[in-house]
Structures are given as C-alpha cells and as structure tokens.
C-alpha cells in the first residue's frame, strides 16, 4: 500500500515538475517575444522620428518630401533615438545600428515623380489647385543668366538625354489631333504639367517673384541656362509648331491660294509662277506666325487650326515685312500662351521634366534659403538596420 502511495507521489511530482518547466518556458519564451515586439515598435518609430527630420521649406513650397543627411549622419540620427527609448530598459544590448538613403537617392526621377503626382491629387481633391494663374507680365523680375560653376555641375538634369524643343513643336504640328489631349483632366500628364505651370514662372505669369529664373516653364522645357535664351528657344518652337499650321491653312483657303498665285504671275511670270507661289505662300504663314507667338505675348489667344477670321496679316504685309507691330485678327479665340506652353509639356520627355523640376528646386533653395542645397544630397527613403540583443531588426521606409 505504502509502495503504491510513493509511486504516485513520485509521479505526480514528476508531472508537477514538467508543468512547471512548461510555465517557466512559456513565462520567458512570452517575456522575450515581448522584448523582441517592443524593441520592434522603438526602432520603427525610431526610423519615423528621423524621417520627420524632412526639409520643410522644400515640403511646404513644392510638396516633395526630402530629408538630408549622409550614412553616417543618418545612422547618428537613428542611433540617438534608439539609444533614448532603451536607455531605461533592463537586460537590453544595442549591439549595432545603420541607416543609409543610397537606395533612396532623389536623383531617381520615378519616386520624384510619384510625390508629385499624390501631391497634385491632393492638390486637386481640396480645391487648392485648379488651374495655372492669370497671365500677366513678370514686370519686376529681370532677365538672370546662371553663371556659378558648382551649381550648373550638380543639376539633377544634367545626364538626362533631351531632344531638339523645336523638332518636337514640328512634330507637334504633324499630329495635332493629339494636342486636345493635353487638357484632359485627372491624367497623370495633366496633373505633372499643371503642377509646372503653377509652381513656376513663365513668359506671362509669376508663380513665385523670389525664384531666380522668370522663364522656368521655359527652362523645364528647354533645358537653357539663361532666361533669353529659353524664351528664344520656345519662340523658336512655337513658330516651328504654328508655321505648317498657317501654311495649311494658306493652301486650304481658295481666296489665299488665289492672292498668293496673282501676285507670283506679277512678280514672275510665266513657268516661274509656280514656284513664287510656294515661296509667297511660306513667307504669308511664317509672317502669321511671327504674329501669332507676339499675340500669345500680349495675352490673346491663337486656334490650333486658322480660319479666315481668325487669320491676321494680309500678304502685302508679310511679303514687305512690315506688318505694323502686333496685328489682332477680326475673331480672337482658341489657346493662349500658358495653353501653348502645356500643349509642349504634354509631349516632353517626362524623364527630363522631372529632372528639370528638381533643377529648379535646387537654384531656387540655393538662392532663397540654403546657400550650399544640393538635391544630390537628398533622400526620399532609408534604409535601416538594427541589432538588439543579437537580433536583427530590419526596415525600408520612404515618404
């Protein structure tokens, strides 16, 4: 009776024991699953805290979320957070912390360009944005030409390959059914363009009279380093896309075909009157043009396709060149100089948009508020990686 009575007394012990072993390992196994969650939370938050460390005057001018710092600076910054939120922890060891934003440089126009695009959504949802401002001369801006060497090196553009601005307004005009396309609302294209034509400056509206260029829709178009040279250059185009424009117009038109064919019998007759004609006919439509970029100037507005009342210079004009100064034609209507500006945005390069939008982020930084802003030195993201306790603890995070 008594061997019996031992014998379960040994195994209830034995039973006893194993429960407790169970409870002890469930006590420290929960204890360190718990550790490993909290310290999870700290460096999360502590990679948060150095996110919010993002540069606020280019976030409140330009919606682009960018924060500075090299790998060592970044893995400072995180060190310090985390050392604080273990420092009252007991049986915790920081055996090592990293950050580094190389994976994250702003350099890559793709994140650039979704930023921009949330912040134009945001923009549009909220009614802060609906559309470029009124057209008005930039009066009190002067003409500026960048000169220092540093900051020409370092433009996010410069690698990007771009082609002739003129060869596109060319083939702009050979596809001009296209260009209605540039005006649809709620595209990504739409929101990117007028998201350039609000935050910039032009030939006709002042978005900003502290940015250092008064022609930056200009130069995200034409890529030039001097305000002249960008307006020229979008002259240039401008005419390159109204030129064959006018001049179907003039071989469409009976009247004009018939004027310009009258006077080339004058000028030369016989054989040589077919030739003339062309000639009379080009010299007529790139006259009109002239005229057409001084009226986008002046703030008239200038159909894609021309009719007789919307067409402003007679042939003795344009033959003799003298047309007067700027002609207004009988009927004023169709796009004006900002709607011209966004038909070339439309079939830019996006690549080289968003490098030019950066461009001008950076001479505009350097000139207003930071003297030594570098976009290269810029960061959407980090990387991060943090060792506790012999654990690894690793995030990605960008804005």
Same mark, same amino acid.
């Given at each position: 009776?008594?061997?019996?009575?031992?014998?379960?007394?040994?195994?209830?012990?034995?039973?006893?024991?194993?429960?407790?072993?169970?409870?002890?390992?469930?006590?420290?196994?929960?204890?360190?699953?718990?550790?490993?969650?909290?310290?999870?939370?700290?460096?999360? *938050?502590?990679?948060?805290?150095?996110?919010?460390?993002?540069?606020?005057?280019?976030?409140?001018?330009?919606?682009?979320?960018?924060?500075?710092?090299?790998?060592?600076?970044?893995?400072?910054?995180?060190?310090?957070?985390?050392?604080?939120?273990?420092?009252?922890?007991?049986?915790?060891?920081?055996?090592?912390?990293? !950050?580094?934003?190389?994976?994250?440089?702003?350099?890559?126009?793709?994140?650039?360009?979704?930023?921009? *695009?949330?912040?134009?959504?945001?923009?549009?949802?909220?009614?802060?944005?609906?559309?470029?401002?009124?057209?008005?001369?930039?009066?009190?801006?002067?003409?500026?030409?960048?000169?220092?060497?540093?900051?020409?090196?370092?433009?996010?553009?410069?690698?990007?390959?771009?082609?002739?601005?003129?060869?596109?307004?060319?083939?702009?005009?050979?596809?001009?059914?296209?260009?209605?396309?540039?005006?649809?609302?709620?595209?990504?294209?739409?929101?990117?363009?007028?998201?350039?034509?609000?935050?910039?400056?032009?030939?006709?509206?002042? !978005?900003?009279?502290?940015?250092?260029?008064?022609?930056?829709?200009?130069?995200?178009?034409?890529?030039?380093?001097? /305000?002249?040279?960008?307006?020229?250059?979008?002259?240039?185009?401008?005419?390159?896309?109204?030129?064959?424009?006018?001049?179907?117009?003039?071989?469409?038109?009976?009247?004009?075909?018939?004027?310009?064919?009258?006077?080339?019998?004058?000028?030369?007759?016989?054989?040589?009157?077919?030739?003339?004609?062309?000639? *009379?006919?080009?010299?007529?439509?790139?006259? #009109?043009?002239?005229?057409?970029?001084?009226?986008?100037?002046?703030?008239?507005?200038?159909?894609?396709?021309?009719?007789?009342?919307?067409?402003?210079?007679?042939?003795?004009?344009?033959?003799?060149?003298?047309?007067?100064?700027?002609?207004?034609?009988?009927?004023?209507?169709?796009?004006?100089?900002? /709607?011209?500006?966004?038909?070339?945005?439309?079939?830019?390069? #996006?690549?080289?948009?968003?490098?030019?939008?950066?461009? *001008?982020?950076?001479?505009?930084?350097?000139?207003?508020?930071?003297?030594?802003?570098?976009?290269?030195?810029?960061?959407?993201?980090?990387?991060? #990686?943090?060792?506790?306790?012999?654990?690894?603890?690793?995030?990605?995070?960008?804005?």
């Amino acid at each position: 009776m008594k061997s019996r009575r031992g014998s379960s007394a040994v195994f209830i012990m034995v039973i006893l024991a194993a429960l407790i072993s169970i409870t002890l390992a469930l006590i420290y196994g929960t204890r360190a699953e718990t550790l490993k969650s909290r310290v999870d939370g700290i460096v999360r *938050l502590a990679v948060d805290s150095v996110m919010s460390e993002y540069n606020r005057d280019i976030q409140q001018e330009y919606g682009l979320f960018i924060v500075k710092g090299t790998d060592k600076e970044l893995t400072a910054k995180l060190r310090r957070y985390v050392e604080h939120s273990l420092k009252n922890m007991g049986e915790v060891k920081l055996d090592s912390v990293k !950050a580094s934003g190389g994976r994250f440089s702003v350099v890559d126009v793709e994140p650039v360009r979704e930023q921009l *695009l949330e912040y134009m959504k945001l923009a549009y949802a909220e009614g802060v944005i609906d559309a470029a401002g009124e057209a008005h001369e930039l009066n009190d801006m002067r003409e500026r030409t960048l000169r220092h060497g540093p900051t020409i090196a370092s433009l996010p553009s410069s690698s990007l390959p771009d082609k002739s601005l003129s060869s596109l307004a060319g083939s702009i005009a050979d596809n001009i059914g296209n260009a209605d396309q540039a005006f649809r609302k709620g595209t990504d294209k739409y929101m990117m363009n007028s998201y350039i034509l609000d935050k910039f400056n032009s030939r006709v509206n002042k !978005a900003d009279g502290s940015h250092f260029f008064r022609n930056e829709v200009e130069y995200v178009l034409s890529g030039e380093l001097s /305000d002249a040279e960008n307006e020229k250059r979008v002259e240039t185009a401008l005419k390159a896309m109204r030129f064959p424009l006018n001049l179907a117009h003039v071989y469409s038109d009976p009247a004009k075909r018939a004027k310009t064919l009258a006077m080339a019998q004058v000028l030369t007759p016989g054989a040589a009157a077919a030739a003339t004609q062309v000639l *009379l006919s080009s010299t007529w439509a790139y006259a #009109e043009a002239d005229n057409d970029v001084e009226l986008l100037w002046k703030g008239y507005e200038v159909p894609l396709t021309k009719s007789a009342s919307t067409w402003a210079i007679d042939l003795d004009s344009a033959v003799e060149g003298l047309t007067g100064g700027t002609v207004v034609p009988d009927v004023v209507k169709g796009y004006d100089y900002g /709607d011209y500006l966004q038909i070339l945005l439309f079939f830019k390069d #996006e690549n080289v948009k968003i490098g030019r939008i950066m461009d *001008l982020i950076q001479i505009n930084t350097r000139k207003t508020t930071d003297g030594d802003f570098l976009m290269n030195e810029h960061y959407f993201g980090i990387a991060a #990686e943090v060792r506790v306790n012999g654990t690894e603890y690793g995030y990605e995070k960008k804005y």
